[in-house]
């Protein structure tokens, strides 16, 4: 039987589970992997404006990966992916933050949405927001 390549979703799916798991393991080449050299980041700290360009999508990882090193999770609870041809767009809900941080607050979940493009037959992560709800 021939090699079958997963379906669009499956490969983002994929693509987006190993993305946090290299987050969660502090690995930036893993972060940074399948990233669009100009990616768009909303993020939860400043710059409000967001970050433009894979230079600074980098630069953003080793202070969050210091602060997890405290023992923070970065667990994805509910991943939902839409594919179409050449562009998806996919919304995550993550545990994230320190088993006190979480034992105060225990439903709180960081949200994740990521804008994807097809290049060259491969998924890039074009756009990246991180948000938690404001109470």
């Known amino acids: 039987m021939p090699d079958t390549t997963p379906d669009d979703e499956a490969q983002i799916r994929t693509l987006i589970t190993r993305w946090a798991e290299a987050v969660h393991r502090g690995d930036l080449d893993g972060v940074l992997a399948q990233h669009a050299g100009d990616i768009v980041m909303y993020d939860v700290p400043p710059p409000h404006e967001g970050i433009h360009g894979l230079a600074a999508y980098c630069v953003t990882w ?3 990966f210091a602060w997890q090193a405290q023992g923070a999770c970065f667990d994805i609870t509910s991943l939902h992916v839409t594919a179409g041809t050449d562009v998806a767009y996919a ?3 993550l545990r994230c933050g320190t ?5 105060e607050r225990p439903t709180l979940r960081l949200r994740l949405t990521f804008g994807l493009r097809k290049e060259g037959g491969r998924w890039v992560v074009a756009h990246e927001h ?3 709800p404001h109470d």
């Open 62 to 64: 080793p202070p969050f």
């Open 91 to 93: 919304h995550a809900l």
């Open 99 to 103: 088993p006190e941080e979480l034992a």
């Open 130 to 132: 991180h948000s938690f």
